[in-house]
């Protein structure tokens, strides 16, 4: 059985008081991936990453969707969690804001954010080191969750997925409306702290922390990769 100190072992720690630490305290569980899983890899696209790896307050100005440092930082995890998912032959879903035009009425957006200025036809496109594979599924959404007006469910259930592994953005947005859509619908989800992120850090935080104890498994990268690593020994085994 896992201890707190196990439990809690998370980027959280420095902005979560001791005593709501303890208040939640009775969420505390072992962790783990689930079966039939697959890989949901959320808004991955080019606008994020603008400006390079700077802080978000930096780029605000003439970047004013990028997440900056953020982004940047959790690219090589990222990259590890897709060639171990791969490796594993686990199905892979990407999702993506539908910018097509005459798409939705006027005001069906994802949140109430107001539109700074025009964006470009590749803001939305997936960025180029998570590129999708012929294999892969892309999902073109409106709102906020991946199974909002979606062929997501209808696929999972095609494929006999029980579980999903989340990475991706924003974490209190995107992330975080998919992932208690996901739990709501009786998927077990782990979601990978080091490949999520958000453009303010205590947003990142707070979120993860929350869903943590109510909805899903917030994991390490290398918990998963382990995890996804371990299928493929037995994949191989099994042929």
Not at 182 to 203: I, K, P, Q
Request: net charge negative; glycine share 6%.
């Amino acid at each position: 059985m896992a201890t707190i100190e196990q439990f809690e072992d998370h980027c959280w720690k420095d902005v979560i008081p001791a005593e709501d630490m303890k208040l939640y305290a009775p969420y505390a569980r072992e962790t783990f991936v689930g079966p039939r899983p697959a890989l949901l890899a959320i808004d991955l696209y080019n606008v994020v990453y603008r400006g390079g790896a700077k802080s978000p307050y930096e780029l605000d100005k003439e970047y004013p969707n990028s997440c900056g440092i953020y982004a940047h930082e959790a690219i090589a995890p990222t990259k590890a969690l897709f060639a171990a998912a791969r490796g594993a032959g686990i199905p892979i879903f990407y999702c993506t804001q539908d910018v097509r035009p005459n798409n939705r009425p006027p005001g069906a957006v994802s949140t109430k954010r107001k539109r700074m200025r025009p964006g470009s036809p590749d803001d939305h496109g997936i960025y180029p080191d998570f590129a999708p594979q012929p294999e892969d599924v892309l999902i073109y959404k409106q709102r906020a969750s991946v199974f909002q007006g979606t062929p997501f469910l209808s696929h999972l259930n095609l494929l006999g997925i029980q579980s999903l592994i989340v990475c991706g953005e924003s974490t209190s947005g995107c992330v975080r409306a998919s992932v208690v859509d996901a739990y709501s619908n009786g998927f077990h989800v782990s979601v990978v702290e080091e490949c999520c992120f958000d453009r303010v850090s205590l947003s990142h935080k707070v979120n993860l922390f929350d869903l943590h104890h109510k909805y899903v498994d917030v994991m390490h990268v290398d918990e998963i990769v382990t995890h996804l690593d371990g299928m493929t020994d037995r994949n191989a085994a099994a042929a």
